[in-house]
């Protein structure tokens, strides 16, 4: 038999799985992260080795696109500077709850080497993160284990429409 | 660790002096070895008051009056077929006697000479513009009026351009601080969130190199990891992170190590 064919002989015959409310959102927001396409700096292009053939996010249903709109999560791929820091924000309050920040390299996570004026120490200091990823700048399969954690994190909470902030601000 | 010294003006005292030391110097030549810069300079001389003049590394350096510069690079493009200017900014010499340098650094393709024209300008004063001549000069000028503080009269759009037009103070100043002044370190919190966050936010950790394993705001032991803001004792469960729970999960299958089918042979 195919095996894309419903098996008549399980189940009673029917094609039916039984499940609860918060499993089944859970299961179609984490396999439906679709990521806003944010590369600020050379991690942008690890991001988009990532979403390329031979890495492949689709298959993890993560889509990027150009609109904070439609995207779940913001992957902040790159340096952020001090001038750009209230675009992430606004970008950031664009984009529909619930929404998660994965922080990718080590100067979305810390500045990294740029120790200087004009780099914001940390996207943390503007937007809250969900996820840091080590890293300058982290390899394709460390952004992909990240997504798997972001979706493991996604299955663990309540799927109700209150999100809790992340920070008080 | 070193102990801090503050770095103020790092330019007004060096660290660090040997008493022996002697600075390398470019070796310069008369301009008359070169016979195009030679009959370049003589057209300059012959309208603009030239200071000093001399060919280093192949290029000569022209100094002149700062009221000249525009005469000087039109002569130079309409007449002495210097038609590029490549690069132009300013050399902070304020510690050593309140000056900028400014140069300018033009290109000849059909002479295949370069040529820098220089002059000096105390703190505070404002440059003509040649952004009349050379569009590139545009965005340099505005370049310089951000690093330095430097204004071009007669420029189209005095703004800054690299840093966000709300900033204060210039960071090529070499008494600007590398890590940023008060203003900076809070830029994009006040900017953002206004002053009243900064105590929620906190200062800018500027240790790249701290790490605390006892901190569970900021860092995350690797396998012992545990929710943000929890007090570290130091026997922490190991806790291995996989990426899908132990149970499995709704209508995904879960990647099994055991059963899944390693492929040893490269020649396969």
């Known amino acids: 038999m195919a095996q894309h064919k419903v098996n008549y002989t399980q189940d009673g015959g029917l094609p039916v799985a039984l499940t609860s409310i918060d499993k089944i959102v859970n299961w179609g927001r984490s396999n439906s992260i679709w990521a806003l396409t944010y590369g600020l700096a050379c991690c942008g292009i690890e991001m988009m080795a990532s979403g390329a053939s031979r890495f492949d996010f689709d298959r993890y249903g993560t889509i990027f696109r150009a609109s904070p709109r439609q995207a779940d999560v913001m992957i902040v791929a790159g340096t952020l500077t001090k001038k750009h820091a209230e675009f992430i924000k606004r970008l950031y309050d664009q984009m529909t709850e619930p929404r998660w920040v994965i922080s990718m390299g080590s100067c979305a996570n810390t500045g990294g080497m740029f120790n200087t004026y004009a780099t914001v120490q940390g996207c943390d200091r503007v937007i809250p993160v969900d996820l840091y990823l080590p890293g300058c700048a982290p390899r394709p399969e460390t952004l992909q284990y990240g997504v798997m954690l972001l979706q493991k994190k996604i299955r663990a909470n309540k799927a109700g429409n209150a999100q809790k902030p992340k920070r008080l601000m | ?268």
Not at chain 2, 192 to 200: C, H, S, V
């Open chain 2, 1 to 268: 660790m070193r102990a801090y010294t503050p770095k103020d003006n790092v330019q007004a005292k060096a660290y660090y002096t040997d008493r022996y030391y002697v600075s390398p110097q470019v070796p310069k030549q008369e301009v008359a070895s070169d016979e195009v810069f030679a009959a370049d300079l003589a057209a300059i001389s012959a309208k603009f008051e030239v200071k000093e003049s001399y060919i280093q590394v192949g290029q000569m350096v022209v100094y002149i009056n700062a009221q000249d510069i525009y005469g000087v690079l039109e002569l130079m493009r309409d007449e002495l077929a210097y038609t590029q200017l490549t690069e132009m900014s300013a050399i902070d010499w304020l510690a050593k006697d309140n000056s900028f340098e400014i140069f300018y650094q033009m290109l000849s393709m059909t002479k295949r000479k370069r040529i820098r024209i220089k002059y000096f300008i105390q703190k505070g004063e404002a440059v003509n513009s040649v952004e009349k001549l050379f569009r590139s000069a545009d965005w340099s000028e505005r370049e310089m009026y951000d690093m330095f503080g430097i204004e071009a009269n007669n420029h189209p759009f005095m703004k800054r351009i690299l840093m966000p037009y709300d900033w204060q103070g210039h960071p090529l100043l070499k008494t600007y601080p590398l890590e940023g002044d008060e203003f900076a370190a809070w830029y994009e919190v006040d900017k953002i969130y206004g002053k009243e966050a900064r105590d929620i936010i906190g200062p800018e950790i500027r240790d790249t190199a701290r790490v605390d394993r006892y901190d569970s705001e900021r860092f995350a032991r690797l396998g012992f990891e545990v929710p943000k803001g929890t007090e570290i004792t130091g026997n922490e469960e190991k806790n291995e992170n996989a990426y899908q729970e132990e149970g499995g999960v709704f209508l995904v299958k879960k990647f099994d190590k055991e059963s899944s089918k390693v492929i040893d042979d490269p020649q396969r």
